[in-house]
């Protein structure tokens, strides 16, 4: 009799467990009911409180709902590069160190609306710099644009021309962290001059943005064809910036070394 009982018993929080597993799913709570079907499989977890096994059922729901967050961010932002910030390469670098970049990737200057430029010579490491720092900026539920400044300048007047609106302008002006790419190629137009001053103005004060190239921010006046208004743009972006020129050896040089003496 007390066998029967107990496989009643049992039989009864087998179903309960299932229709528990059931209503999370419903919910929308995969991650919750994952845990929870694993603690149910699990003895060890046995001796816990009620407490403690509820915060890993919610600690579980709230780590996979934020990666897919993240990982939502990741992909609007259009990176160039998968980078990371504990895979950047600082040996042989300078005008930038590990503790730099990790206080950047606290997204600090994101809260504050603090712009941050990097320069340097071709293959340096810039642009993989600077995507790893926006990756960080997407974990801490930032939205971050990536650009490289010359599609920025196509995609806006090329939609121009036939006489639509650019929905870039205003995602750029809007978003907190926009990432400029490959800044200072060449010469600015007078359109593109224009352009920048608008975008400019729009974030002063209320978004960051980071900004890379080979031109360091000291020179950034002669880029311009207009004086007065490389005066207006540079006081809205420089004044409340880190600037950071960065110098060494090219990473495709330092990468190329390495794969042949590794196939040796």
Request: proline letters at 3%.
């Given at each position: 009799?007390?066998?029967?009982?107990?496989?009643?018993?049992?039989?009864?929080?087998?179903?309960?467990?299932?229709?528990?597993?059931?209503?999370?799913?419903?919910?929308?709570?995969?991650?919750?009911?994952?845990?929870?079907?694993?603690?149910?499989?699990?003895?060890?977890?046995?001796?816990?409180?009620?407490?403690?096994?509820?915060?890993?059922?919610?600690?579980?729901?709230?780590?996979?709902?934020?990666?897919?967050?993240?990982?939502?961010?990741?992909?609007?932002?259009?990176?160039?590069?998968?980078?990371?910030?504990?895979?950047?390469?600082?040996l042989g670098k300078k005008g930038i160190t590990k503790g730099e970049i990790l206080k950047l990737s606290l997204g600090n200057y994101i809260k504050k609306a603090q712009n941050v430029f990097f320069?340097?010579?071709?293959?340096?490491?810039?642009?993989?710099?600077?995507?790893?720092?926006?990756?960080?900026?997407?974990?801490?539920?930032?939205?971050?644009?990536?650009?490289?400044?010359?599609?920025?300048?196509?995609?806006?007047?090329?939609?121009?021309?036939?006489?639509?609106?650019?929905?870039?302008?205003?995602?750029?002006?809007?978003?907190?962290?926009?990432?400029?790419?490959?800044?200072?190629?060449?010469?600015?137009?007078?359109?593109?001059?224009?352009?920048?001053?608008?975008?400019?103005?729009?974030?002063?004060?209320?978004?960051?943005?980071?900004?890379?190239?080979?031109?360091?921010?000291?020179?950034?006046?002669?880029?311009?064809?207009?004086?007065?208004?490389?005066?207006?743009?540079?006081?809205?972006?420089?004044?409340?910036?880190?600037?950071?020129?960065?110098?060494?050896?090219?990473?495709?040089?330092?990468?190329?070394?390495?794969?042949?003496?590794?196939?040796?």
């Amino acid at each position: 009799m007390k066998i029967f009982a107990e496989k009643i018993i049992s039989r009864g929080m087998y179903m309960l467990d299932n229709a528990t597993l059931n209503q999370l799913h419903e919910l929308y709570l995969s991650a919750m009911a994952a845990c929870f079907k694993e603690q149910q499989n699990n003895p060890s977890m046995s001796h816990l409180s009620f407490e403690e096994r509820f915060a890993f059922l919610v600690e579980a729901e709230w780590l996979h709902r934020r990666n897919k967050r993240t990982e939502r961010l990741v992909r609007q932002a259009g990176f160039r590069l998968p980078a990371a910030i504990e895979d950047i390469d600082y040996l042989g670098k300078k005008g930038i160190t590990k503790g730099e970049i990790l206080k950047l990737s606290l997204g600090n200057y994101i809260k504050k609306a603090q712009n941050v430029f990097f320069s340097g010579p071709t293959g340096v490491g810039k642009t993989y710099l600077v995507c790893a720092l926006g990756r960080a900026a997407c974990a801490q539920g930032f939205k971050v644009i990536y650009t490289r400044l010359p599609d920025f300048f196509r995609w806006t007047f090329s939609v121009r021309s036939n006489g639509r609106q650019a929905p870039i302008r205003d995602r750029c002006a809007k978003v907190p962290l926009l990432i400029l790419d490959d800044w200072g190629l060449k010469k600015f137009s007078l359109e593109e001059t224009a352009e920048l001053s608008d975008l400019f103005e729009r974030r002063y004060g209320r978004a960051s943005t980071i900004v890379s190239g080979q031109v360091p921010s000291t020179v950034w006046h002669e880029l311009f064809p207009d004086p007065t208004q490389a005066d207006s743009i540079l006081d809205r972006i420089v004044h409340n910036a880190y600037a950071y020129n960065i110098s060494g050896e090219s990473m495709r040089k330092t990468i190329g070394k390495r794969s042949l003496e590794s196939s040796d």
